[in-house]
């Protein structure tokens, strides 16, 4: 197969994968609505007015108190993971009602009722809202992140672009690979014509 062929069928065969790549590469020059899609979220704290003192255990790595619309929130780290414990015996505390935690998490989003309107439920750490927002919720780490269908409208952009077509994590890295290997082998392809073409005049 002469360079020239070789050029001519790369090209039909990256035409879906480099047109793909210029529109979302187009998009993520832009990012409309990008802020609020990875908004990062965090429980709402409040001035500490007192704290009970803690008669510290050998195996706590760290120690944090803050203060919550629900109340004060002691937590201690045991191998590396947090966990709530009621300062008076350092039990672990579990976690509460999930109509507190509805309350903590609106709380955390009242900053923007247009994008997080009012949270309707709470079950195993996701929380959904009357704008179709999904709250993820970790207990043990106070932690709140967010994902609307703004966001995974970005996630899928990005999955487009980077050639993640199939999900299947080790598939896609291949694909990935052979098609920027194909994307070389193109551009490699044309500079041998062009010095073909020059050499010829």
Sequence with gaps: ??????????????????????????????????????????????PLTSTLPLLP???WQAIA?????LSSHYRVKVDQQWQHINPLDNQIQA???????INLLQDAVKHNPDRYGTV??????????DTKVKLMF???QLNLRQQGADSRFFNTMYDIHY???????????????????????????????????????
């Design 163 to 201: 050639l993640r077509w199939t999900g299947n994590k080790s598939f896609d890295l291949w694909f990935g690979y052979i098609g920027l290997g194909l994307l070389v082998l193109m551009a490699l392809t044309g500079v041998v014509m062009i010095k073909k073409s020059v050499n010829k005049v």
């Design 1 to 46: 197969m002469n360079t020239y062929k070789l050029h001519r069928y790369l090209g039909y065969l990256l035409i879906l994968p480099v047109t793909l790549w210029a529109l979302t590469g187009a998009f993520f020059l832009v990012k409309p609505g990008y802020k609020n899609a990875y908004e990062q979220l965090q429980i709402t704290s409040y």
């Design 95 to 101: 976690e509460p009602s999930p109509q507190s935690i």
């Design 120 to 129: 309707l439920n709470y079950q195993d750490g996701i929380a959904f809202t």
């Design 138 to 140: 970790d207990w043990s």
């Design 57 to 59: 255990k050998p195996e």
């Design 65 to 69: 108190i803050n203060r919550s619309i």
